[in-house]
């Protein structure tokens, strides 16, 4: 069936460094996927999305790439700062056209 | 302008009640969805409504229900409330159905079931 998981449940990472999060899928025909980023006590928060017809997408310090050939996406966020700490999720759009979510990495930056 | 608004923030239930959870989406957004988050089973997808029609839904009991009225805000409801419907419930507003536009995520209602 379709689903979204993560490799790894939690990253720490020293503040100033860079910090890559990974999501594989299983659903080859997905066409957008997206990031998100939840904060205690929030919903989670748009961060940056990309297309199946892309292999790379960059924003403000976080940059996305997509492999369909393994089904891999990655969230690479620059200079990580003590803002950034969080519960990141990928997503994709499922055949319904809901998200169906990986199940988050909580990323804790040290200062 | 607004974000997404979701009331109420916290709620406490007895077994066997119901409940009504309500969210207001975006000005001019037309579809509103609705997640369940458990630490268990993460974000799971409830329904879609769009222009007052449920559009999609997901794989969760016939106690669990939503409508949405003309001005696109939508109600969910839980009937007889179980231990394991404790959980966030987010709800999430989009311009167009099927979420090529991008979702925007309420700040969801916490219930407790006790």
């Known amino acids: 069936g379709e689903s979204v998981g993560l490799h790894l449940p939690t990253l720490s990472v020293q503040e100033g460094d860079n910090s890559i999060i990974n999501c594989a899928y299983s659903?080859?025909?997905?066409?957008?996927f997206i990031w998100y980023k939840q904060e205690s006590g929030k919903g989670p928060q748009f961060i940056i999305d990309?297309?199946?017809?892309?292999d790379k997408r960059q924003g403000q310090r976080v940059t996305v790439l997509l492999n369909k050939t393994v089904k891999h996406l990655s969230l690479q966020i620059a200079a990580t700062q003590p803002g950034d700490s969080a519960v990141y999720f990928c997503?994709?759009?499922?055949?319904?056209?809901?998200?169906?979510f990986g199940k988050g990495t909580k990323l804790s930056v040290k200062p | 302008k607004a974000g997404v608004t979701q009331t109420p923030r916290y709620l406490i239930k007895t077994r066997g009640q119901q409940v009504t959870l309500s969210c207001s989406p975006i000005?001019?957004?037309?579809?509103v969805s609705w997640y369940q988050q458990t630490p268990g089973q993460g974000l799971q997808f409830l329904f879609e409504y769009f222009s007052e029609t449920q559009r999609n839904k997901g794989n969760f009991p016939g106690r669990f229900s939503g409508r949405q009225f003309s001005n696109s805000r939508s109600e969910m409801n839980v009937s007889t409330l179980e231990l394991g419907d404790s959980a966030l419930y987010l709800c999430?507003?989009?311009?167009?159905?099927?979420?090529?536009?991008?979702?925007?995520f309420g700040s969801g209602t916490r219930l407790t079931v006790v």
């Open positions: 997503a994709e759009i499922g055949s319904q056209g809901n998200l169906i």
């Open positions: 000005s001019g957004h037309r579809s």
């Open positions: 659903n080859s025909a997905s066409d957008y």
């Open positions: 999430a507003s989009s311009l167009a159905s099927r979420g090529m536009s991008g979702y925007t």
């Open positions: 990309i297309r199946s017809n892309m």
